[in-house]
């Protein structure tokens, strides 16, 4: 393993607010809920093809901050912008949803289950905002403990950041900055349009072990993945290399071996991800809880930090994060019970059981730019597969809830990070997003039915989307005795283990450079093998710039050039999914 990581680009301070700058205006409030209109009618195209969510903060702050130039002249436009940036990056993660939307109708559709979990639109509506809701209110009081004192990157958060400086640049020191943004977002547009058409970019797949075709292993030519490793750091990148060894080069073989998988020439990547992740998951909870037990005075002084800046008008205020928390949680259990029949005691042991996973994903995403909710939520499934043996909607709707709140939870605390960084007012942040949110919930509730019509999601032929398929997949075996393997439950008890021993190691400062990081392997044996590897050629672009040249000099272009190559490819599926969507374009084959 590298001996150090590159000078971390999140500890860059506050900057100063220029004299006359705007932040909570009219204006602004209202091209905030235009951006998310926005985001939330292209999501659902965009994540149940693509099979992923692309970085939409950054999608959010070129649309903020054009549509704030049209019609001002006022300095320093990234305060302003930097709203609707927070408003399409909570639509963008309410939208995400969707995708528990659609496994819930494939399970409807799979007549073998006899279940109907077939929501309407005003289910939809009530369910999505009340989760998403809890999920904003739960993350409010981490920005202090993962923002301020922890200072863990969020990637995407920073990339957002960078993005609203270079576009607000002004003078001879912005010139740097700008080239190297424009240039990265220029080059992985391109990139990303070759590969999307000519078939002249392909991933290339090393032939490592009889499973290769499986496992995927090689390298993705999407600058997406260069630019977030350049910006999250070797360490962490080569701890996911490791994980990404585990799971796809060590693991299928031995798996094959004990006939927990079928032969080389049937078994698919998904035969192997849902054993691998047990002990991924058990390394990642384990130590994300460990970690925060071992800082429980810094998370102490955190919250107590909330508390008495409840007057403080940069922060929002604990009163109403309690007051929300327990009239959201309050809603979203009725609606689960009225609307999918969750028992109410189902629904409360789900949400109790939803914040430490929370608090996890919030530590992954900050360390490794990659949000952990399916992983999570499958957590959640094997939970009340356990509790309710047998009763796929109990495993189902508790897991949507774990999904809804895990994700909204990492929209706020993104959005945090680049309010951070800029020096937006994390009060007003927090009120953009609890505007956006039901606002993105509407908007989904009458976009996912028609989507769903037209790609006959649930019937018999139709549209199958790969990021719902797992939930799905994950169901259905739930739903027969024993699915789960011994050795899958043996490996999340070692998994654990390991994740607790590493993390209470990696926690004295002599150590942490040498000591494998349970997050970074943890979330390394989920993400597809090929995203991993590409993370770690970037990574090692920004630590071997930093090798042979000045610190100073390297930050002048690194984190802009990285927050290019993440903004290009986000804004150019973004634009790709309206295109396909009005016909304009026709998918490639």
Known sequence: ?????????????????????????????????????????????????????????????????????????????????????????????????????????????????????????????LWLVTAG???????????????????????????????????????????????????????????????????????????????HKATGVGFSLGLLSIGSGMIIGVRICANMVIGLILSWIVAPGLLHEYGIIPAVDVAKKNDILLWVMWPATGLMVAGGLTALFLKWRVLQRSFQGLTSAG?????????????????????????????????????ALALVLSIPLMLVGLRVLGETNWGPISALSNVMQGVFGAISPGNVTSNMVASGLTGTTVANSEGIIQSYKTGHMIGSKPRYLTYVQLMAVPVAALVVAFVYPIFKAQEHIGEEGGFIPAISAKWYGFAKILSRDGAIPVSALWALGIGAALGIVLTILESKPRWKTWVPSPTGIGIGMLVP?????????????????????????????????????????ALLAVVMAVLFATGVVSPPG
């Open 529 to 569: 093998a090929a995203y991993v590897a590409t993370m770690f050629v970037g990574a090692m672009i920004d630590w071997t710039a930093r090798k042979v040249s000045d610190d100073r000099k390297v930050d002048a272009w690194s984190v802009p050039l990285a927050s290019g190559f993440i903004a290009g490819e």
């Open 311 to 347: 007057t403080d008008e940069d922060d929002f205020p604990m009163r109403w994060v309690v007051a929300g928390i327990l009239v959201s949680a309050t809603a979203v259990i009725i609606v689960q019970n009225l609307a999918m029949g969750l028992p109410v005691w189902e629904s």
């Open 133 to 211: 809701t809890l999920g904003v209110f739960l993350g409010v009081p981490m920005r202090r403990h993962y923002i301020v004192d922890e200072k863990l990157p969020y990637a995407d958060g920073i990339a957002a950041a960078e993005t609203l400086l270079v576009l607000d640049a002004r003078g001879q020191d912005a010139k740097i900055a700008v080239r190297s943004m424009l240039t990265g977002l220029v080059a992985s547009a391109v990139v990303s349009v070759l590969g999307m058409f000519g078939k002249i970019l392909e991933v290339w797949k090393l032939e490592i072990g009889a499973f």
């Open 1 to 125: 393993m590298p001996p150090h990581d590159a000078p971390a680009a999140h500890d860059i301070p506050t900057l100063p607010r220029p004299a006359g700058a705007r932040e909570f205006t009219l204006r602004a409030i209202l091209v905030s809920l235009i951006v998310a209109v926005l985001i939330a009618a292209s999501y659902p195209y965009i994540v149940l093809k693509l099979g992923f969510g692309p970085n939409i903060a950054v999608v959010s702050a070129f649309f903020g901050y054009l549509m704030l130039a049209v019609v001002s002249r006022t300095v320093a436009l990234r305060y302003e912008s930097n709203l609707a940036q927070s408003a399409g990056t909570i639509a963008g993660q309410t939208a995400f949803m969707c995708t528990i939307l659609a496994a819930f109708d494939l399970l409807s559709g799979d007549k073998s289950l006899g279940l109907a979990i077939s929501l309407d639109r005003m289910q939809i509506f």
